[in-house]
């Protein structure tokens, strides 16, 4: 009871306690206007200019936090409140999405890496969590086994492609700092906001792998019991 509690309830919480985090961040710097008054939408094409990227489309797209890089496509989506905002929220998640696409030109070998599990990840996430609790019903028959077995290959693809994702999301946090100063969209006294954002960010991250790998060393314990039966 003590490990299920340690592998699975915890990590959860540890979740929970994440999008709280970043959500109480983002409220709190989407709240405070930067000096310059650039946009995000101008903020990451300011980055993505000086760092030689080019034939990146900025889009808007509906709803909140809901930002990301598509580097298939070479486009940047930045939900409506970092798009137009000049806050210091903004202009953080609009850089760091913007580091992203950097990553993508220098060809940042962890992203590179990262888009290559993705197929991988996709297939795993849509029959993971079936055939876990199928494997956990069933756990005392055959294809019980076979099923947890089958559980634990999908969570080992997730959580492999979720620890690759941290430094990426790492080094383009890294990257947007850097060039927000540097570029003078923002002043050196204003980075606390940014950070702040930024580093709530990240945690959900961190929150995700951790949560996956509970999961995986569940699943293993639990064939490792049927093991020994």
Not at 77 to 100: D, F, K
Not at 123 to 152: D, E, H, P, R, Y
Request: aromatic share 6%; charged share 15%.
């Amino acid at each position: 009871m003590l490990i299920w509690i340690a592998l699975v309830i915890v990590p959860m919480l540890f979740g929970l306690y994440a999008q709280m985090r970043v959500s109480s961040a983002y409220n709190k710097n989407v709240q405070i206007p930067s000096r310059g008054r650039i946009t995000g939408a101008e903020a990451a094409e300011a980055v993505m200019r000086s760092a030689g990227v080019t034939g990146v489309e900025i889009v808007q797209v509906p709803g909140q936090l809901t930002d990301h890089y598509d580097p298939v496509n070479r486009r940047l989506a930045l939900s409506e409140m970092n798009y137009h905002g000049t806050s210091l929220a903004a202009l953080g998640v609009a850089a760091h999405e913007a580091g992203h696409a950097i990553q993508h030109k220098v060809g940042y070998s962890m992203m590179t890496l990262r888009q290559t599990l993705v197929p991988a990840t996709q297939i795993a996430a849509g029959v993971s969590n079936f055939v876990m609790i199928a494997g956990i019903l069933l756990i005392s028959t055959a294809i019980g086994g076979k099923l947890l077995m089958l559980g634990a290959i999908a969570l080992a693809v997730i959580c492999l492609f979720q620890l690759v994702t941290l430094p990426v999301e790492f080094d383009a946090s890294r990257r947007a700092r850097q060039q927000l100063v540097s570029l003078g969209v923002i002043d050196r006294d204003e980075m606390p906001g940014v950070s702040e954002t930024l580093n709530a960010a990240a945690l959900t991250y961190v929150a995700a792998f951790v949560a996956s790998l509970g999961s995986l060393l569940h699943i293993l314990m639990l064939l490792s019991g049927r093991k020994e039966e």
